[in-house]
């Protein structure tokens, strides 16, 4: 069974990449959106807390535009860009389909 202590470390991790991912493009002024589990885990929460579940992944949506500017950006926070063509990735896509829709692939 899963304690309540792991279940708070994963809960405080998981923010703390979502920190840090915030502070990037926050601080270069490049406009993003949480998008994925974490998006949706704020919108539900809002309505109904106990229904609201955590994802292990933060997403954020960029334009197309500022994937170079973010990719620079996210260095100094501890992720870096990994171009993963040909991973089928959200809605089914390929990686090079959602690059053209400003998906990032990051890891810490």
Request: positive net charge; contains cysteine.
């Amino acid at each position: 069974m899963i304690s309540a202590r792991a279940v708070d470390r994963h809960v405080e991790q998981l923010f703390d990449v979502l920190r840090r991912l915030h502070s990037a493009p926050a601080n270069s002024g490049i406009p993003y959106r949480l998008v994925g589990g974490l998006g949706v885990f704020f919108q539900v929460s809002q309505r109904n807390p106990l229904a609201a579940r955590l994802t292990q992944d933060v997403y954020i949506a960029v334009d197309r535009n500022d994937l170079q500017r973010i990719a620079a950006a996210v260095e100094a926070f501890g992720f870096r860009y990994r171009h993963a063509a040909g991973v089928l990735s959200s809605g089914g896509r390929s990686a090079a389909e959602n690059s053209q829709r400003g998906a990032l692939c990051l890891r810490a």
